[in-house]
């Protein structure tokens, strides 16, 4: 059961909900509250946080044959709960049907190395591909206002490019990101993430190279500049940002 809804459900039976099948949560802002023909309660996530006599409003509202003015004045009392101050969780790219086997095995990758470096201490999360991503390997998707990791997105071209090493590895950083928000800590690329990177065996940067490209860079550099007898190659210039900003499409 989603954190919300249990707390919903539990508030809004002590502040007299009677007559409904059950409590749904969404995150819809155009529809704040509302009873399906299923005689389900619908309500907005935020209210979670909501005082009682919010909630106590929130129940008038839905109860049959409360006076018109009561229920206009119930209507008034939720409407005027900010829920633009509630978290905002990013919205999660669908799952495919094409997609389906590559992402079971990402999953089963991230139990594994979640077991392996993490003391299988991070949560099961989404695992999504992306056909949308041109110039990342993948991004760690956030909820605004509380920083809750809430998906790991991979480029799928990425994918088909690069091969599954690759992708293994674009998956940890993403998983060190994971750490760092459930460890309370700001998902950026500053000492905490460098350190528990090279922790796990990752490069502590923000870009790399896939590395059958970065191996074909530095055999062209050497076959170009073999006569010369110059110094080692400079490292790759191939840049792909692993983001870990919040999707706001």
């Known amino acids: 059961m989603q954190p919300e809804r249990a707390v919903l459900e539990r508030r809004l039976l002590a502040a007299g909900l009677r007559g409904l099948r059950g409590v749904e949560v ?59 101050h509630g978290p905002r969780a990013p919205r999660i790219p669908p799952l495919q049907a094409r997609d389906l086997g590559a992402v079971r095995r990402l999953e089963r990758e991230h139990t594994r190395l979640n077991a392996r470096f993490f003391h299988a201490r991070l949560a099961s999360i989404p695992i999504r591909l992306s056909r949308r991503m041109r110039t990342r390997l993948g991004e760690l998707l956030l909820e605004d206002g509380t920083g809750r990791a809430v998906c790991i997105v991979i480029s799928w071209r990425h994918l088909r490019r690069d091969g599954w090493d690759d992708v293994t590895e674009t998956l940890l950083h993403e998983m060190v990101h994971q750490w760092q928000t459930e460890m309370g800590l700001r998902a950026d690329h500053g000492p905490e993430f460098r350190r528990q990177a090279r922790a796990v065996g990752i490069e502590p940067r923000a870009w790399r190279a896939p590395e059958h490209r970065a191996r074909a860079a530095r055999d062209g550099w050497r076959r170009m500049h073999a006569a010369h007898d110059l110094q080692d190659p400079p490292p790759p210039t191939t840049e792909l940002e692993v983001l870990h900003a919040v999707s706001r499409r």
């Open 26 to 84: 969404h995150a819809n802002r155009s529809v704040m509250v509302s009873v399906t023909r299923r005689r389900t309660l619908r309500v907005h996530r935020a209210y979670a946080n909501a005082p009682d006599d919010v909630l106590r409003a929130i129940v008038d509202f839905v109860r049959p044959r409360v006076p018109p003015a009561r229920r206009a004045e119930a209507r008034r009392h939720l409407l005027s709960f900010p829920v633009d």
